[in-house]
């Protein structure tokens, strides 16, 4: 499912999940003040754009108001951060990701009722890509760019079921991915069988391309 995204703050971790929500098959609206960094985005998101996410008018006239969700990435300006959630929030977008540079900054982004903030270097910009719409995927490690191991969650319509009956009859059969390891509880199953059965709540291990990943678990 193709969702609309504004990313705000384009440094070397907003780029990273603008990227990746792009390469994801997302609409991607980027933007910077930084003419430079948006330049660099070019071809890379749907819209780059340099403007100001303090400015409220900035945002009405690119239409925030109908994207899904924001990311909120400005870097060490505490200020702006919070100024720009604070705009996100009275616009009513459904949800809102920060990165907090230190705990002052985290404290107050969570005060602000932000969805969900973190705090990470860039390298996890791809992980917060990959999960922003994935509820089922808790971890994503990529290995080459658009290929890597993932942990999700088993959805509920696969519980009670076997790795044959789901479609996973062999090595990336069906779904193009490969199982490595069935967590259940404390548990962990190591290559499973085809005739291993998933309980609702186990956790898998999967290894195949990031558009396979995405399709599994949207």
Request: aromatic share 6%; net charge negative.
């Amino acid at each position: 499912m193709k969702n609309q995204v504004i990313v705000i703050g384009l440094g070397r971790f907003g780029s990273s999940v603008a990227r990746s929500l792009y390469n994801l098959g997302h609409d991607v609206l980027a933007i910077d003040v930084n003419e430079e960094r948006v330049h660099n985005m070019m071809g890379q998101v749907t819209h780059p754009v340099t403007g100001n996410a303090t400015n409220e008018e900035t945002l009405q006239e690119l239409g925030i108001t109908e994207y899904d969700a924001a990311v909120v990435s400005i870097g060490t300006d505490l200020v702006a951060s919070v100024m720009t959630c604070v705009l996100l929030k009275t616009m009513n977008i459904n949800y809102i990701v920060a990165r907090a540079h230190d705990e002052l900054h985290l404290n107050t982004l969570e005060r602000l009722g932000v969805d969900k903030v973190i705090q990470a270097e860039s390298e996890m910009g791809t992980r917060v890509a990959h999960n922003l719409f994935n509820p089922n995927l808790q971890e994503y490690l990529e290995l080459v760019p658009n290929y890597g191991f993932s942990k999700i969650k088993t959805p509920e319509k696969w519980g009670n079921k076997t790795l044959k009956e789901l479609g996973f009859s062999g090595p990336r059969d069906k779904y193009g991915l490969a199982i490595l390891a069935i967590q259940h509880g404390s548990n962990i199953t190591l290559n499973p069988d085809t005739n291993e059965r998933l309980n609702t709540g186990d956790m898998l291990i999967i290894a195949g391309k990031d558009q396979l990943i995405e399709n599994l678990t949207s």
